[in-house]
């Protein structure tokens, strides 16, 4: 009698062993990249999305970026002076907290923060995240756009959206083959935080309020072997 795929055992060791692995060769690439780049950032991401890092790191070919666990990524840097990899690094150390990451490039650093002081990307929020705006459908006539345009400018939804409306807590009613509201609905309000039935309705009507950004928060330069703090906008505050 084959065995049930339910009762396959999973050896922690091996999956210990996987992790291991994977973290020493991110202590060992780290390292390397030090020893071959002049200018190591350390950088912040809000509202995440892989498919903008993406594209960061296409812009940025020549250099290497590393987004991984942040004990990892600091023991490679060193804890102290007395386990650095090189002078001072270890300074950059202390920045390696929350959504952050490493990016080592011999592009000059005036360059870097100009780069990313003007990037930005516009997304849908994702449920947990808190809205940065009010959104309210208007009563009457649902419009795709939710009353963000004049009805001469935009059109209604479809009627074969209704139920999913309706299902998402918006108390829809169909008349006459229209879509309606009876009273304005507040789909949210700036501020608290969204459930995915609110994401939900804010990208069926199109409002992205998510800002994907690459903040630069600090840099170790090889030439002067010091930590440079980097302020908001992208100014430098002072070096360490």
């Known amino acids: 009698m084959p065995k049930s795929k339910r009762a396959k055992v999973v050896h922690l060791s091996k999956t210990e062993k996987k992790g291991k692995e994977l973290n020493q060769n991110l202590f060992a690439n780290i ?3 030090a020893d071959t780049h002049q200018h190591i ?8 999305r892989n498919t903008y890092l993406k594209d960061v790191r296409a812009q940025f070919a020549d250099s290497r970026f590393f987004f991984g666990k942040t004990k990892v990524m ?27 990451g490493l990016l080592f490039t011999d592009r000059e650093p005036a360059e870097v923060l100009e780069y990313f002081g003007n990037y930005t990307e516009t997304d849908f929020a994702r449920a947990g995240t808190s809205a940065t705006q009010d959104f309210v459908v208007p ?3 649902v419009y795709s756009r939710g009353g963000e345009l004049a009805p ?16 998402w807590g918006m108390p829809t009613r169909l008349d006459k083959g229209k879509v309606m509201l009876d009273e304005e609905y507040v789909v949210c309000r700036e501020g608290k935080e969204l459930n995915s039935h609110q994401t939900a309705l804010l ?7 998510a800002e994907f950004r690459v903040k630069i928060v600090a840099y170790w330069s090889a030439a002067g072997q010091e930590v440079t703090v ?6 430098v505050d002072g070096s360490e």
């Open 203 to 209: 990208k069926m009507f199109g409002v992205a309020t």
């Open 41 to 48: 950032f350390v950088f912040a991401v809000s509202n995440m």
């Open 139 to 141: 009563a009457g006539v």
């Open 31 to 33: 390292r390397s990249a």
């Open 230 to 235: 980097v302020g908001e906008g992208g100014v």
């Open 152 to 167: 001469d400018e935009d059109e209604p939804v479809p009627h074969s959206v209704e139920t999913t409306l309706r299902k």
């Open 74 to 100: 600091a023991k490679a840097l060193g804890s102290g002076p007395e386990d650095e990899h090189l002078p001072n690094l270890h300074k950059l150390s202390k920045y390696l907290t929350g959504n952050v």
